[in-house]
């Protein structure tokens, strides 16, 4: 159990720290260039190891709408938010702005799948609103552009959670990643390179550095994340994923210098207590406690 908390904690760090690593990269490639780019390398992977071990299968034409949509609305213009969204605001910002993603999926799941919402959820996303503006800094209700696109890039990422959770049903994890990246690169490569002039005399270590961040922050932590949730489960999981904010705010303090307000440490706090209070599950620890006294006897 210890080893698999250790894996989502690694993942956690690498996803902060690709937050920066994308930040760095955004200088010398554009947003849409470089969803692009991230979407066929990640395609391509998937693909060809999906071709190898022989677990290709067919679509039915049901299934191929979920997977367009999944594809284009959900994952495409997460991309496309996302990196746009870095250019105006820090990655700090922007791993706040993701603690809101379970509490917009319980919301979709609720409308969607039916699945219940507690006064607990409410209370708990109206805590992380409030300590989201206020480690914003933002008066009111005036966020910065490079926020709305960052909730953008949030909205559609919970999006994507919910045609996975219809596509699971049919196909496992792994291809399903195979089949949406490989359809969103095949719809936004040709349209980015009609749009975009792509110039390829960037330095060896920027290229590498965009390499390791797609296949180590996109694909590997997927298949660690998906193997330490099997062991802890979804809900315990997400606990983990709080950690995020702080991890880079950290990396943020040691590799660029930034000063941390009290203010902003206060909101953090406010925001991961939000998230917990709305996604955590008490009565699991109810009924664990009222299992042990019959164990016993």
Known sequence: MARSYVLLIVCVF?????????????REFSPLVLSALSLALVS???LVWAVVTKSLVK???KKVILLLLGSTAALIANQICLFEGLRFTTATNASLIFTLAPLI???LSAVFLKESITWRMIAGCLTAIAGLFMALNTQGFALHIGDWLLLGATFTFSCNLIFTRFLSRHFSSFLITAYTFTLSAIFLGPYVGAVSVIEWNQSIGLWSLLIVSVIVGQGLTGVMWNKGMEAVGAAKASIVLNLQPLMTLLLEVLLFGHAVSFQQMFGISLVILGVLFGTLQFGSFKRRKTMEPARKS
């Open 14 to 26: 690498i996803w902060a720290l690709n937050y920066i690593s994308r930040q760095i990269l955004l």
């Open 44 to 46: 391509c992977i998937f």
């Open 59 to 61: 679509v039915k034409s």
């Open 105 to 107: 999926t319980a919301g």
